[in-house]
C-alpha cells in the first residue's frame, strides 16, 4: 500500500463520522453473529427427531415410549371408536414421523373404555329417509325393516325397534347400536324395485345403500383376512345376490360379501 493510500484511510478513519458508521457497522455484524449462534444452541438446531407412533398404545405404554424420547404428553379428549382397543390412543398430534425437538408435548385422543351413550331420536312418523338422518346424525345405524300393511303411505316409520323389542324415544342407547324399523306399505306400492350395485362400497357404504332402497343387507366377510372389528370396516363389498339391476321387493335380503382390499392384506 503506498504513502498516498495510507495517508487516505487515516484520514477517513480520523474523521469521526465515518468512523462511527465503520465501527456501528461492525458491531451489528458481531451481534448478528452472536444471536445465530446462541440461536443455534438454543433451539438445538440439527437435533430434532421424529414423534413415536403412539396409535393403539396403552396409556402406560405410551408414557414409557414419550420418556424414551424426552416427549411429553397430554390427553387433549376422548373419543369411542369400535375399530381401536378401548382405553388405547386413537389419535395423536403431532402425527407420528413429525420432526419435534426435546421436550415437544404431544397431545393425545383416547378411546374410551366404554361408548357414550344418546336419547334416542324420535323417528316414528316420518319416512325412511328422514329416520335414517336422524339416527346417523346421533351415531345410531339402521338395522332391519320390517314391512307391513299400512292406509297411509309406504315407508311411514310405524316403530321403532331394538332386538324385536319397540323402544320409545328418549332413551339412553350407545352409540353405534343398530336399531330396527317397522315401516308402512300401502296396497298400491307391491311395485319392484331395483336391487343398486354396492359392489366395491366399505360396510356402512353397502348398508346405506341398501337400506335406502328400502331393502335388507345380510352381510358376510371374508374369514382368512378379517379377523377384527376394524378390517371389517376397512372392508369392501365382491359380491352380491341377487345381483345389480335385479327386481325385488320391499324389505327383500341382499347378501353381500365382503373382504379387504388386496392391498390391505397383511
Avoid at 352409540?175 to 319392484?192: K, N
Wanted: glycine share 6%; hydrophobic share 40%.
Amino acid at each position: 500500500m503506498n504513502k498516498k493510500s495510507s495517508h487516505g484511510l487515516v484520514k477517513l478513519w480520523n474523521n469521526i463520522l465515518i468512523r462511527n458508521i465503520l465501527l456501528a457497522t461492525i458491531l451489528v455484524v458481531l451481534l448478528l453473529i452472536c444471536s445465530n449462534m446462541f440461536l443455534h444452541i438454543f433451539t438445538r438446531h440439527g437435533k430434532s427427531f421424529p414423534v413415536p407412533d403412539l396409535k393403539g398404545k396403552m396409556l402406560d405404554s405410551a408414557l414409557i415410549i414419550v420418556s424414551k424420547h424426552n416427549l411429553r404428553i397430554e390427553i387433549a379428549d376422548s373419543v369411542f371408536n369400535v375399530g381401536v382397543q378401548r382405553g388405547s390412543v386413537s389419535s395423536q398430534n403431532p402425527e407420528a414421523g413429525t420432526y419435534v425437538k426435546k421436550n415437544r408435548k404431544i397431545f393425545l385422543t383416547m378411546n374410551a373404555f366404554s361408548p357414550r351413550k344418546e336419547p334416542l331420536p324420535n323417528v316414528k312418523d316420518i319416512s325412511l329417509l328422514l329416520a335414517r338422518t336422524n339416527l346417523n346424525a346421533k351415531g345410531f345405524r339402521i338395522g332391519k325393516l320390517e314391512y307391513t300393511y299400512d292406509r297411509l303411505y309406504t315407508n311411514h316409520v310405524l316403530e321403532q325397534m331394538y332386538r324385536g323389542q319397540k323402544i320409545e324415544p328418549g332413551v339412553l342407547f350407545p352409540v353405534g347400536e343398530y336399531i330396527d324399523l317397522q315401516l308402512g306399505l300401502d296396497s298400491l306400492s307391491y311395485a319392484t324395485i331395483n336391487v343398486p350395485d354396492v359392489k366395491g362400497l366399505a360396510k356402512h357404504a353397502v348398508e346405506d345403500l341398501i337400506i335406502e332402497n328400502s331393502l335388507n343387507y345380510i352381510l358376510t366377510f371374508d374369514r382368512k383376512g378379517v379377523k377384527t372389528i376394524t378390517d371389517s370396516l376397512n372392508c369392501v363389498a365382491y359380491d352380491q345376490d341377487p345381483p345389480a339391476g335385479s327386481i325385488a321387493y320391499y324389505g327383500d335380503n341382499v347378501r353381500v360379501k365382503l373382504k379387504l382390499p388386496e392391498k390391505s392384506k397383511k
